[in-house]
């Protein structure tokens, strides 16, 4: 089996930038659709989300998910203030053609509420669960069903 995995673009753990406290949330849209996802620490930091392709075979490609710590370069359609300490991250693992590819993670931000980003059904967009609403917010390019779901620990 082959793996594709989260890419870390980043400085320093990705481990804890996963679970640094988040206060604020932004969004940039690529065809009304979510694009980027940045997750602001409260020390002014950021961690970026984005979706990176791959081909697997003539037509099918499939998205895993590209992680940094650099802000964006524009200004984010959407902004929401959320104030959180992530209590769980799991990431979002899906087996297609025989490669296991890291597709997205889930956030437990409290005993109810979850933040999921996956690669999104249109290319090069993200599918955001939790956060933002919109006709185009949650298009995950596959049936949530089909995703195997992994702590990352501490």
């Not at 409260?42 to 802000?71: T, W």
């Not at 690669?119 to 599918?127: F, Q």
């Amino acid at each position: 089996m082959i793996d594709i995995p989260f890419i870390w673009e980043g400085k320093g753990d990705f481990h804890k930038a996963l679970y640094s406290p988040i206060q604020r949330a932004s969004l940039t849209m690529l065809a009304d659709r979510p694009s980027v996802l940045f997750l602001w620490h409260s020390d002014g930091s950021c961690l970026r989300i984005a979706n990176q392709m791959h081909d697997l075979a003539d037509r099918v490609e499939v998205g895993s998910l590209a992680f940094g710590d650099k802000g964006p370069s524009a200004k984010a359609e959407f902004e929401v203030d959320i104030c959180v300490n992530p209590l769980r991250v799991e990431k979002l693992i899906l087996v297609e053609r025989n490669v296991c590819i890291e597709s997205g993670v889930a956030i437990e931000l409290a005993a109810t509420r979850e933040l999921i980003v996956v690669a999104g059904a249109y290319p090069y967009t993200l599918a955001v669960d939790g956060l933002f609403d919109g006709p185009h917010a949650f298009e995950p390019e596959y049936q949530m069903s089909r995703y195997r779901r992994e702590v990352i620990p501490r």
